[in-house]
T-cell receptor, first 117, second 113 residues
Framework: GAGVSQSPRYKVAKRGQDVALRCDPISGHVSLFWYQQALGQGPEFLTYFQNEAQLDKSGLPSDRFFAERPEGSVSTLKIQRTQQEDSAVYLC???????????????FGPGTRLTVL | TQLLEQSPQFLSIQEGENLTVYCNSSSVFSSLQWYRQEPGEGPVLLVTVVTGGEVKKLKRLTFQFGDARKDSSLHITAAQPGDTGLYLCAGLNSGGSNYKLTFGKGTLLTVNP
């Protein structure tokens, strides 16, 4: 398909396990974003990539969260030693141009629902 | 920290009724976006409003940006069951982090047939 895809769609982890969430952005999109959406909340910004460069990681909740986009396309969000408070939907979004500017639309994937037991 | 307050949080109405959803902030945003999110899906952009006082119409949906660019409203006329979903407003930061979206908590709308 032509949209943003994410895998897995659902992930159940035991507390303390490491998880890796994958995002395949729309082909050719320069900018990539990760958001965390807790139950009953709006998405919250985690991090932003411009091609392979991670320009903003100010939203990552702790040093257990790590994101990478080594070749400027696919991105992985890794969470080490998962905790129950990490349970949420993790959304990935991509946009065509360098982010910034009022008309640079972000296209969202369906998200990965992470449940930590 | 810039915050967006949405109201109401939940709204259940009958088909054919009109409704308005509000999005308010104490901060100024360079633009404001409205999204609709369905269960198991990511948010989908409905509209971007940029200029203070701007009004945009999308079929039965009317979006307004406040004069001071701090608040916005979404009005739906003659709601239909297909309008059911989570409506999110999001402000785009100004300045150096003008790629960062700040979302409200959303309004969960249910339109009953």
């Amino acid at each position: 398909g032509a949209g943003v895809s994410q895998s897995p769609r659902y992930k159940v982890a035991k507390r303390g396990q490491d998880v890796a969430l994958r995002c395949d952005p729309i082909s050719g999109h320069v900018s990539l974003f990760w958001y965390q959406q807790a139950l009953g909340q709006g998405p919250e910004f985690l991090t932003y990539f411009q091609n392979e460069a991670q320009l903003d990681k100010s939203g990552l909740p702790s040093d257990r969260f790590f994101a990478e986009r080594p070749e400027g396309s696919v991105s992985t969000l890794k969470i080490q030693r998962t905790q129950q408070e990490d349970s949420a939907v993790y959304l990935c979004a991509s946009s065509l141009r360098l982010a910034g500017g009022k008309h640079n639309e972000q296209f969202f994937g369906p998200g990965t629902r992470l449940t930590v037991l | 920290t810039q915050l967006l307050e949405q109201s109401p949080q939940f709204l259940s109405i009958q088909e054919g009724e009109n409704l308005t959803v509000y999005c308010n902030s104490s901060s100024v945003f360079s633009s404001l976006q409205w999204y609709r999110q369905e269960p198991g899906e990511g948010p989908v952009l409905l509209v971007t409003v940029v200029t203070g006082g701007e009004v945009k119409k999308l079929k039965r949906l009317t979006f307004q940006f406040g004069d001071a660019r701090k608040d916005s409203s979404l009005h739906i006329t003659a709601a239909q069951p297909g309008d059911t979903g989570l409506y999110l407003c999001a402000g785009l930061n100004s300045g150096g982090s003008n790629y960062k979206l700040t979302f409200g908590k959303g309004t969960l709308l249910t339109v009953n047939p």
